[in-house]
């Protein structure tokens, strides 16, 4: 059996962060879905558990960090082209991210960095493996 990944993400406002992603091209998996939580889907073996921060804290004995105010991950996102990612940028700033840092082209890497509504940091990128240095 393949190993799975369910990163799981506090949010403040489950409806807004769906609508967000939604609109980025996620899809939910309606199974692991109610008011306190969201299973988004990233591809067959990734999903996204978003869950509200007081459902969250729940499986929790630390206190939830303000992912505003410090990093508590950087999530990297693969996409297939450098247009693919300006697209997913443009789209997720039209949707209330803020993007972070300058946009990095490294030849055969182009990467570009977003906070979602709730401040957790996305490192949406393409690489050119053809193109890395030695290849």
């Known amino acids: 059996m393949p190993r799975n990944l369910y990163v799981n993400l506090p949010v403040k406002d489950l409806e807004r962060t769906v609508d967000f992603f939604t609109a980025l091209g996620f899809a939910f998996n309606p199974m692991f879905t109610d008011e306190n939580a969201t299973c988004m889907i990233v591809n067959d073996g990734t999903s996204v558990m978003l869950l ?3 459902y969250f804290a729940t499986f929790t004995k630390k206190p939830l960090a303000d ?4 990093t ?3 999530l990297a996102l693969s996409l297939d082209s450098r247009a693919e990612v300006d697209d997913f940028i443009a ?3 039209a949707k209330g991210a803020v993007e972070y840092a300058e ?4 030849g055969f890497m182009y990467q570009r ?3 979602d509504l709730d401040g ?3 490192e949406v990128f393409f690489m050119d493996e053809s193109q ?3 290849a």
Do not use: R
Not at 103 to 106: E, N, Q, T, V
């Open 52 to 54: 509200v921060e007081s």
């Open 67 to 70: 992912a505003h105010a410090v």
């Open 72 to 74: 508590e991950t950087l």
């Open 91 to 93: 789209k997720a700033l």
């Open 103 to 106: 946009p990095k082209d490294l």
């Open 113 to 115: 960095g977003i906070a």
């Open 120 to 122: 957790h940091q996305w």
């Open 132 to 134: 890395f240095p030695g």
